[in-house]
């Protein structure tokens, strides 16, 4: 008897931290899903979809790949999991579940994280489109042939110094990114000195020797 009764003392004790927590959870995810709806709705009435896929052009080439994509609703999901988790985080302490909380707060402490990764994104798509649009114009009118490549060839080193950055930010393989992003740099290096030795070494020489022939004279003088 005296076990049966502890059990339910310690029963009733933990049933009203058990209903506030269950309260805190219910009451988080309702004011969760309606902040998102909410944001999403607002977000859509100012077009974001529309100005995000004029300004990066994203949008439409990802429609023609068939998928969709929703800058709005991206938006509007990551303003409901913010909350989420904020919820199961107060929830967690309630109940006292130590290991959970200190989850949950290693999962909001990445949250700026992934947001400056995903601006880094926009940002990189919305320079890399830019540059093309500037490299292949410009080629265009200087008569340059190959222009339209040059273009293509910009965007996506942009593109692909974009993603590297954003792996980088995000802490995903920093090292290994960094060692890949430095051979790659060397190797350009490389190959442009060896390019430049070999298919510029006649015009290298005659812009030495102009120099050379311009310090001679001014010595003379």
Known sequence: MTSIQMLWTRFF?????????????????????????????????????????????????????????????????????????????AASDILGLTGVSLFLNQVLAYFPSVMVAAIMIIVGIMFGNFVQKITTASGETARLPHSATAG????????????????VQLGIAEVLLQTLFTGFVALVAIAGGIAFGLGGKNTAEKVLGHLQDDVNKSHKE
């Not at 990802?62 to 509007?76: D, Q, R, T, W």
């Open 13 to 89: 004790g933990f049933l009203p931290i058990l209903i506030g927590a269950v309260l805190v959870f219910v009451i988080g995810w309702i004011i969760a899903v309606a902040v998102g709806n909410l944001v999403t709705r607002v977000l859509k009435a100012v077009k974001l979809n529309e100005v995000f896929d004029r300004i990066s052009g994203l949008r439409s080439s990802l429609h023609k790949a068939g998928i969709e994509l929703n800058a709005s609703g991206f938006v509007g999901g990551v303003a409901k999991w913010f909350i989420m988790i904020v919820t199961l985080l």
């Open 152 to 167: 293509a060839v910009a965007k996506w080193a942009i593109f692909v110094f974009t993603f590297i950055a954003t792996l």
